[in-house]
């Protein structure tokens, strides 16, 4: 099974400020066919179920705002949300989709 | 509008049985792969089972197999979980999902339920 593994498990950032996500996958998830990555991201907030934000590591789902950003390829991801806002504060999780699927342990990002 | 509800959660002793079901509209149902994923009181996500479009096709965690049994019923865009032998380790919150594809192979989730919670305690 591929093990997807974030860093930080929570993080404060102020108002404004840049936020940086990290996920690591223990094997590749980049399918040489296609030159894929099978890597998504999604936003949980307290009492909701998760939103994607952003598949094939980079693509930003429809209605998302610009500040939000994927990048990375074959086993190191990151999630960027280049200025902070209030509504951002919720757990963000990367999941694989490469073979089944496999969730990150998530992230709690908070205001400092 | 795409839209799923669950249903079928509760309070339920260890060793017995629960159907969470998923009434799904706004789209066409068989075209896509479905999912379950559930989330353990103040925990992180984990995928459970996935099933194709036209149900031929199921997955299965090694955490639910030969426990859980995935199914669908096309004809009323429907998708069901049969939960046997429920251990407390099972206790959660468990969301339905959308896939992308017909055959869930490569694909991501782009709509979820809200949720039902199933509570596995004596």
């Known amino acids: 099974d591929i093990v997807m593994t974030q860093s930080p498990d929570s993080l404060a950032v102020s108002l404004g400020e840049r936020a940086t996500i990290n996920c690591k996958s223990s094997?590749?998830?980049?399918?040489?066919?296609?030159?894929?990555?099978?890597l998504a991201w999604y936003q949980q907030k307290p009492g909701q179920p998760p939103k994607l934000l952003i598949y094939w590591a980079s693509t930003r789902e429809s209605g998302v705002p610009d500040r939000f950003s994927g990048s990375g390829s074959g086993t190191d991801f990151t999630l960027t949300i280049s200025s902070l806002q209030a509504e951002d504060v919720a757990v963000y999780y990367c999941q694989q989709y490469y073979n089944t699927h496999t969730f990150g342990q998530g992230t709690k990002l908070e205001i400092k | 509008e795409v839209q799923l509800v669950e249903s079928g959660g509760g309070l339920i002793q260890p060793g017995g049985s629960l159907r969470l079901s998923c009434a799904a509209s706004g789209f066409t149902f068989s075209s896509y792969a479905m999912s379950w994923v559930r989330q353990a009181p103040g925990k992180g996500l984990e995928w459970v089972s996935s099933?194709?479009?036209?149900?031929?096709?199921?997955y299965y965690g090694d955490s639910v197999k030969g426990r859980l049994t995935i199914s669908r019923d096309n004809s009323k865009n429907t998708l069901n979980l049969q939960m046997n032998s429920l251990r407390a380790e099972d206790t959660a919150v468990y969301y339905c999902?959308?896939?992308?594809?017909?055959?869930?192979?490569?694909?991501?989730?782009?709509?979820w339920g809200k949720g039902t919670t199933v509570t596995v305690s004596s």
């Open positions: 999902a959308k896939s992308t594809t017909m055959t869930d192979a490569g694909s991501y989730m782009d709509v």
């Open positions: 094997q590749s998830v980049l399918y040489s066919s296609n030159n894929k990555n099978y």
């Open positions: 099933i194709s479009g036209s149900g031929g096709s199921s």
